[in-house]
């Protein structure tokens, strides 16, 4: 096993303190044991729960109860002669205490001759100035596919020896349920996996939406990603047809579990055009045609007054994402947290620089989904080939698609599109995105209730009549923006 042979090498070459990053520390405490045990060196054990003990049950040489503080414990361990391993946790949570690092440092410097090793175990531990030269830092490495299988099998065993029958499992539903573990500790991907069988012990490809929010819960660092769990399929998109033929040439690819020989994984595409036209539904119907999560980037959220903070925000939310992988990350209206040509370094600046460090180094399988409505807001380093595979713009709807949209939010509402006339509509609500056809509908329908009426044609019609399409109301900027688009994009229809 890496990480055992891992801990033993930094062991055997002398490393004094010896810092485990991990959120499982209960594997990170057996791992420790079997090392003890394959060495032969006696083995401490502290928490401030319990205090020191040899081996985690004998009382350490001093009286037992009197090593529960941290400072005690660290005396203790500089009074023992005979050279041990001491395994500590919560010590991490004290490392800005001036006495607690130099007892660390005045241990770690007597290890020549008194060679203990101080095993520290955290989540997430900042290694003191004054340490970094005596120690190593390790973090404990994640299952793989194969131990994650195993995990799934051992609990369905578990569970099935418990009540005294078989798990019901198809080896598509348990390569499903592995491949979406991935990213998750081995403890955490047993409580999931445990979860997923409790109540009905069957493991099936429809347990993967719960095994994902909850994963994401278990990632989530703050707010600033959001799981989407309402992703739309493509017969909710009426129209964008290249785009559509776009993914499906490379779904396959994308999801395939070994890279396809002379392909490149996809990475992501751009989609331009004008507010309403339908860019999120299109972004949100890439993850449900794709059968992948799909996570929200809200760059609002990632603003932070403290200097470099939003820069971490960025990162950790990056890091999350690849460990949802294979999932579709998007960024809706991306412009507006990038640098314009008016940021003079700000923190827009300084995204811009870890986004496109990411896009360009990332091997994930994250495929990034970013959609804009002001181009002239995008700095142009984003907007270069290679840093997207492709960018598309999204345009008003053709009649054929605004009659499509009419018929697709009728029956959303109950109605039956067989009785309305649509191509009336899709002509009368000339120059209307896909929201604001949406809107008429919901309008008129609201009219056909307060008149006790059925909705009809008519009443849709009036609705569209009794208001003006942002192509009208911005209609200088809209036409610029279609101009734009037409010799410097891909149409998504």
């Known amino acids: 096993m890496r990480d055992l042979d891992d801990l033993e090498l930094l ?6 303190l010896i810092f485990i990053q991990t959120g499982d520390a209960a594997r990170a405490e057996s791992l420790v044991r079997r090392l003890g045990a394959r060495n032969g ?20 040489p001093a009286a037992a109860g009197n090593a529960l503080k ?14 041990a391993l001491f395994l500590l946790f919560d010590l991490p949570r004290y490392l800005d205490d001036p006495l607690i690092v130099s ?19 955290g989540s997430a531990v900042a290694v003191p100035e004054d340490l970094l030269g005596l120690s190593a830092q390790i973090e404990l490495a994640l299952p793989t596919t194969d131990e994650l299988r195993q995990i799934v099998h051992e609990e369905a065993e578990a569970w ?14 348990i390569d499903a349920l592995t491949r979406n573990l991935a990213g998750l500790s081995h403890a955490d991907s047993r409580r999931l996996i445990r979860n997923a069988v409790r109540d009905d012990g069957i493991l099936a490809e429809s347990d ?31 129209g964008l047809e290249r785009l559509k033929a776009w993914l499906a040439e490379r779904r396959e690819v994308f999801l395939a579990p070994t890279p396809t020989p002379g392909l490149d994984s996809p990475k992501g595409l751009l989609l331009l055009g004008v507010q309403g036209a339908g860019k999120s539904l299109a972004a949100k119907s890439v993850a449900g045609a794709w059968g992948l999560p799909l996570l929200r980037l809200d760059f609002a ?14 990162r950790e939310s990056l890091k999350t994402a690849a460990v949802m992988a ?28 870890t986004l496109l460090t990411w896009m360009a180094e990332r091997r994930d399988k994250v495929f990034l989904v970013a959609t804009a409505n002001d181009i002239e807001a995008l700095p142009p380093e984003l907007l270069r080939k290679g840093r997207f595979d492709e960018i598309f713009f999204v345009d008003l709807p053709s009649p054929a698609v605004r009659a499509a949209i009419f018929g697709i939010h009728l029956r959303k509402r109950a109605q039956d599109p067989a009785a309305f006339d649509l191509e009336h509509l899709a002509t009368t609500a000339e120059g209307f995105s896909g929201a604001e056809i949406e809107q008429a509908v919901v309008s008129a329908l609201y009219a056909a209730r307060a008149r006790n009426e059925a909705l009809t044609t008519a009443l849709i019609a009036a609705s569209i009549t009794g208001t003006r399409p942002l192509s009208v109301v911005m209609g200088e900027k809209i036409a610029w923006l279609r101009a734009w688009a037409r010799e410097r994009t891909v149409s998504a229809d």
């Open 103 to 121: 007892q660390l440092r005045e241990i770690a410097t007597r290890h020549a001759s008194v060679p203990h090793t101080l095993l520290l175990i």
């Open 208 to 238: 993967i939406p719960g095994l994902l929010d909850a994963k994401y819960k278990l990632l989530d660092r703050g707010g600033v990603l959001a799981f989407e769990t309402n992703t739309a399929s493509m017969a909710d998109v009426a």
């Open 301 to 314: 959220t990632l603003y932070n007054k403290f200097y470099g903070e939003t820069e971490r925000n960025l």
């Open 70 to 83: 941290p400072s005690q414990m660290l005396a203790q361990v500089l009074s023992l002669r005979e050279p």
């Open 326 to 353: 294979p999932c579709v990350l998007w960024i809706d209206e991306i412009e507006k947290g990038l640098a314009s040509e008016g940021d003079d370094g700000g923190p827009g600046k300084r995204i811009l620089g």
């Open 160 to 173: 099935g020896r418990k009540r005294g029958q078989r798990v019901q499992a198809t080896q598509a539903a």
């Open 41 to 60: 060196a006696p083995l401490y054990r502290w928490s401030l729960a319990t205090g020191l003990s040899r081996g985690g049950e004998q009382p350490a």
């Open 11 to 16: 062991i055997d070459t002398g490393t004094p």
